[in-house]
């Protein structure tokens, strides 16, 4: 598990490698409100249906522990955008991403903004789609980059870039062009003249996903604590 050096912990991420059969949906969907659960019977497919499922059945678990509420009494309100924050918790600062057979949960009530998204590391970006969110100079560095690794690469950057829009809360409404990245020592930048408030790193997810995070932080770089959920108990490092 990763915790910066030095430093209190400000924010948790929770990530959980859920079962993808479905035989644990029925007391998953107990914790969802009346709205999340028709929103769930609306999914055509079962993978996307599950995947809903165990986002917000995670989501509660985790806003529980902070809140000192149930599940399945804490009120989720979504602005026009469907942005999620917490009824009456304005301080409390949390995202939430899915990807397949994976849910990441970042929380915070010390930071201002705070973005999360994971993504599959086989996800296939074609060229044009490159394009359409690389900037010329992190298209270059892809071109660098060996073939191999250049697939994860691409994710990583997309990933990157998401979880910053999301903190932003204005997701894919934004250019992703808009903020770019680069690399120094190991630790993604934003590139031209980055606002130091922000702070992007690359979480190890214990499974092959790629997890970006985005901070926005005026008390410089926050302390990170990654937590394994297991189902059915509290989040253990």
Known sequence: MQQSDNQSDAINVVLWQYAKN??????????????????????????DRTSFIAGRYLLR?????HTETQPDEVVLLADAYGMLTVEGRDTLQFSLSNADGLV????????????????????EIEAAALESYCSPDERRWLDQVPAGERPRAAVALWTLKESHLKAL????????????????????????????????????SGSRHVVALAVRSQSGAPG??????????MPSE
């Not at 990170?224 to 108990?233: A, E, N």
């Open 169 to 204: 809360g204005v997701g894919l409404r934004q250019d992703p062009r808009s903020v770019a990245f680069s690399w120094q020592d190991g630790i993604p930048i934003q590139s031209g003249e980055p606002n130091r408030q922000w702070h992007h790193r690359l979480i190890e």
């Open 61 to 65: 678990q985790v806003l529980s522990a």
């Open 22 to 47: 479905g035989s644990d949906e029925e007391r998953w969907m107990r914790s969802l409100s009346s709205n999340e659960r028709e929103r769930a019977a609306t999914y055509r497919f079962e993978r």
């Open 224 to 233: 990170i604590r990654v937590l394994t959920f297991q189902d059915d108990s």
């Open 104 to 123: 990441a949960v970042a929380v915070t009530s010390e930071c201002e903004r705070v973005g999360i998204d994971c993504e599959r590391p086989d996800a």
